[in-house]
C-alpha cells in the first residue's frame, strides 16, 4: 500500500517532528509513506491578505492530487 501525506506547511524541526517520525516508522511496517509539502509563494500571499484568499489558495494547491480514492481533510 502507498500513503501520499499532501501538506500546506513550512518545513520546520519542532516539538511534533519526533513524534511524526515515530508515527511514521511504525506505519512504513504495513504501507510505503511519502509527506509532500505543498506550501508555494501564491498560498504565503495569500495567507497576509486574508483568510478566505488563504482558504481558497489551500483548495487550489491540493485540487491536482483529488484524484481516485482520497481523504482530504481541509
Do not use: W
Not at 13 to 41: G, H, L, R, T, W
Amino acid at each position: 500500500m502507498k500513503i501520499n501525506i499532501y501538506t500546506i506547511e513550512k518545513k520546520s524541526v519542532d516539538e511534533f517532528s519526533k513524534i511524526i517520525d515515530n508515527q511514521k516508522k511504525m506505519i512504513q511496517k504495513y504501507a510505503q509513506v511519502n509527506e509532500i509539502p505543498c506550501f508555494s509563494k501564491k498560498i504565503s500571499s495569500a495567507q497576509n491578505r486574508d483568510a478566505i484568499m488563504a482558504s481558497s489558495s489551500y483548495s487550489e494547491a491540493f485540487e491536482p492530487y483529488l484524484k481516485g480514492y482520497n481523504i482530504a481533510l481541509h
